[in-house]
């Protein structure tokens, strides 16, 4: 059975920091592009990183502008995490993580940032950056 479970979220202040985790289970991360999406609240999906690999070594990384230099995406095995740094409220979300079964080259950031793309999501963690 194909799981994925997010954790980490939490409340945290202004400059702070979290790290997300993204476990997954049932199947391998190889040959799957994996991206983080958050939602605000009365806000659409967005985005924000995705990471397409070939196997556990070789893999393309993709950051939105709001988040690029502040959150890096990363994996061991089968969990991808999401480090954010230099939190800001405007952080403030439901953050997911979902994968689809395709290796993305590069120049392919559009396509690994739409919600489209995935069929297997998560079930969120919060993340709320206030003081």
């Known amino acids: 059975q194909v799981r994925l479970v997010e954790s980490g979220g939490g409340l945290v202040q202004p400059g702070g920091s979290l790290r997300l985790s993204c476990a997954a289970s049932?199947?391998?991360?190889?040959?799957?592009?994996i991206g983080w999406l958050r939602q605000a609240t009365g806000k659409e999906r967005e985005g924000i990183s995705c990471?397409?690999?070939?196997?556990?070594?070789?893999?393309y990384t993709y950051y939105g502008d709001s988040v690029k230099g502040r959150f890096t995406i990363s994996r061991d095995k089968n969990i991808v995490y999401l480090q954010m740094n230099s939190l800001e409220p405007e952080d403030t979300a439901v953050y997911y993580c979902?994968?689809?079964?395709?290796?993305?080259?590069?120049?392919?950031?559009?396509?690994?940032?739409?919600?489209?793309?995935?069929?297997?999501w998560g079930q969120g963690t919060p993340v709320t950056v206030s003081s």
């Open positions: 979902a994968v689809h079964r395709v290796v993305l080259g590069p120049g392919t950031q559009a396509l690994c940032f739409n919600e489209k793309l995935y069929d297997y």
């Open positions: 049932g199947f391998s991360l190889d040959y799957y592009a």
């Open positions: 990471l397409s690999s070939s196997d556990d070594r070789a893999y």
